[in-house]
């Protein structure tokens, strides 16, 4: 952490991005991830400067007049750092504004923070498009790589990720892999937790179509979130409701937490499934960062990095992950929780995303 004097050298940073509390409709922790990066780049003395949606106020709020946009970064100056938590959910013409203003006007560094790439996840299903507003995937790249070639330095939380920006070879940008989401927590204090055949899921219930396919399992699954509009939860599963994300963690009570997405349970597919391949998803964070040992897809791409750390364990599909875990002894079980738990309280601290952070800000110290 920097101290006073050092901060007031770096007063030249500043952050910016979309706050929004619910992704169609349903009560999420998407906003912690963003909110646990403001805290972060505050450290290094970074400027907040809130949240970019009221921005737009011209053309049914789809551009930002010329004086809106002086007005707002009037205190960025030409070579400042401006820390950009991409994407941006503003219209797809006002983010471009807002990026070309930054970069050609102001001459300013830019930083993106990348939470999601868009084109990776369209899902007409889930009210999930592209940059843009499209569902075409080709023509959402496009648009993405229009604003990430802008970037100076990119920050991605896996190596797939970054092999994917990388290999569109549009992007010249220094691009770092900040590894799992931290999880801002003032606690330092792990629960232990025993071992119990229980798999947790919670989330955007609209995206996890396959726990419409587990009607014949006799497993327990606990279930947090809003009730999915496209499809009916099988009253074999363990409906717990929907909490904010402060309060979803300490309703957990031990058993492994599931990261899942698509529509089948035997193995991983539809588009969400598939973007396990890429990102991190944040209720690996939010597991670990609670202690508990986490059930991942072998072919994710936070899948080795649980596999080296014993973090939990990598299957193929969840009848697997169920036997592995009606067999699985005390000692073993304590084995995975200590190891979260270990992991889970450096997240809380969020150390390793404030290093990459400083690096970015002074390459070379």
Avoid at 126 to 135: D, I, K, P, S, V
Avoid at 277 to 293: D, E, H, T, V
Wanted: net charge positive; with cysteine.
């Amino acid at each position: 952490m920097y101290t006073e004097a050092q901060k007031g050298v770096l007063m030249s940073c500043f952050n910016i991005q979309s706050i929004n509390n619910t992704v169609d409709g349903q009560a999420t922790a998407v906003s912690k991830p963003i909110g646990d990066a403001i805290k972060t780049l505050a450290k290094l003395g970074s400027n907040d400067m809130g949240s970019i949606d009221s921005l737009p106020n011209i053309f049914s709020r789809k551009l930002i007049s010329y004086k809106q946009l002086r007005t707002y970064f009037r205190d960025v100056s030409a070579g400042d750092t401006i820390f950009v938590q991409y994407p941006l959910y503003i219209s797809y013409p006002a983010f471009l504004q807002v990026i070309y203003y930054l970069r050609f006007f102001k001459r300013c560094r830019l930083v993106f923070i990348i939470h999601d790439i868009n084109s990776l996840r369209i899902d007409s299903d889930a009210g999930l498009r592209g940059m843009g507003h499209t569902n075409n995937a080709t023509l959402s790249l496009k648009n993405e790589l229009r604003i990430l070639k802008l970037a100076s330095d990119i920050l991605v939380p896996t190596e797939a990720m970054r092999e994917f920006i990388m290999n569109t070879k549009k992007v010249s940008a220094n691009i770092v892999v900040f590894g799992m989401y931290e999880y801002l927590s003032n606690s330092l204090k792990m629960p232990v937790f025993q071992n119990q055949p229980t798999m947790i899921f919670a989330g955007n219930l609209n995206k996890a179509g396959f726990l419409s396919k587990l009607h014949q399992s006799d497993f327990h699954y606990e279930i947090y979130g809003k009730r999915p509009a496209t499809f009916d939860l099988p009253s074999s599963l363990d409906y717990r409701g929907s909490f904010p994300s402060d309060e979803l963690v300490s309703q957990f009570t031990g058993g492994f937490g599931l990261v899942w997405d698509g529509i089948s349970a035997n193995d991983i597919s539809g588009v969400m499934g598939n973007y396990l391949r890429y990102n991190s998803p944040f209720k690996a964070s939010m597991f670990l960062a609670s202690g508990i040992p986490v059930v991942v897809w072998k072919q994710a791409a936070i899948a080795n990095f649980i596999d080296q750390h014993h973090l939990g364990i990598t299957v193929d599909s969840l009848s697997e992950a169920e036997l592995i875990i009606k067999h699985l002894t005390d000692k073993q079980y304590a084995e995975f929780a200590g190891n979260a738990r270990t992991f889970g309280l450096q997240l809380r601290k969020g150390a390793r995303f404030l290093s990459v952070l400083e690096d970015t800000v002074n390459p070379g110290k």
